[in-house]
């Protein structure tokens, strides 16, 4: 099969996991679309430990997987674009690089997304089973609910890592920090459609998270005005035609 799908994670100090995360996406995407059918894309958002040095001895035996870093940390909505801008194709599926997003539910929803219609531009990832603390489950289900009444995206969990958007989809988008959080307002905005997939969380078993409770809260809710004035200000010019 020719390249049709690019995987793209955005790490930092995930050396625990970057090595269990490569090779299982290896395996499944090797299965569902070939060796040749994708690449992996994982960027290192200045990582302080040994994430960089095993991404890549990792390259020796996945020949499809390609390595970048930054020169400063951003983030990583920052490094989500990053590795999109670098993509090789037009079908980008995203998930979180510490080991709780299953590289099968990662197929699917890119396999989701390139035979859907060209109307769709995004498919989302729902967690059945979340595998958090209870504080922090509290912490997203309210935020996630006060982002969907005011934004009206229809996601009951955008803070899923797995998702499979159009690359010129995103390109479209207006960039800003932590926007990751609001990729199906910001795509429903462009006049695109979602689609959802239920996907499956696994407990981490290294590292550690970059969000206190607070901090998720806050930055899930700070940017929010922002993205409904985004939208207010949006006038879609439907189809276009060059005559």
Aim: with cysteine.
């Amino acid at each position: 099969m020719p390249l049709a799908v690019s995987v793209v994670v955005a790490v930092q100090n995930e050396e625990g996991a970057v090595g269990g995360v490569v090779n299982e996406l290896k395996s499944v995407f090797d299965e569902g679309l070939g060796a040749d059918g994708f690449e992996l894309i994982f960027v290192d958002d200045k990582s302080s430990d040994g994430t960089v040095a095993k991404l890549c001895e990792l390259q020796k035996t996945v020949p499809n997987l390609r390595v970048i870093q930054h020169e400063k940390n951003v983030g990583k909505s920052g490094g989500v674009r990053t590795g999109i801008i670098h993509a090789r194709t037009n079908i980008i599926a995203m998930m979180d690089g510490d080991g709780q997003n299953p590289a099968a539910d990662v197929l699917r929803t890119a396999l989701k997304l390139l035979n859907a219609g060209p109307d769709v531009g995004l498919v989302a990832g729902e967690r059945k089973r979340r595998q958090d603390t209870a504080s922090k489950k509290w912490a997203s289900r309210w935020a996630n609910g006060i982002r969907k009444r005011m934004l009206n995206d229809g996601a009951e969990d955008t803070g899923c890592g797995i998702k499979a958007i159009r690359r010129d989809v995103f390109l479209r988008l207006p960039y800003f920090d932590n926007m990751h959080r609001y990729i199906p307002a910001l795509v429903n905005r462009e006049g695109y459609k979602t689609l959802f997939e239920r996907v499956e969380d696994r407990l981490r078993t290294t590292g550690h998270s970059k969000y206190t409770n607070i901090g998720r809260l806050w930055v899930a809710l700070s940017d929010l005005p922002g993205v409904m004035w985004l939208n207010r200000r949006y006038r879609h010019p439907g189809s276009t035609t060059e005559l």
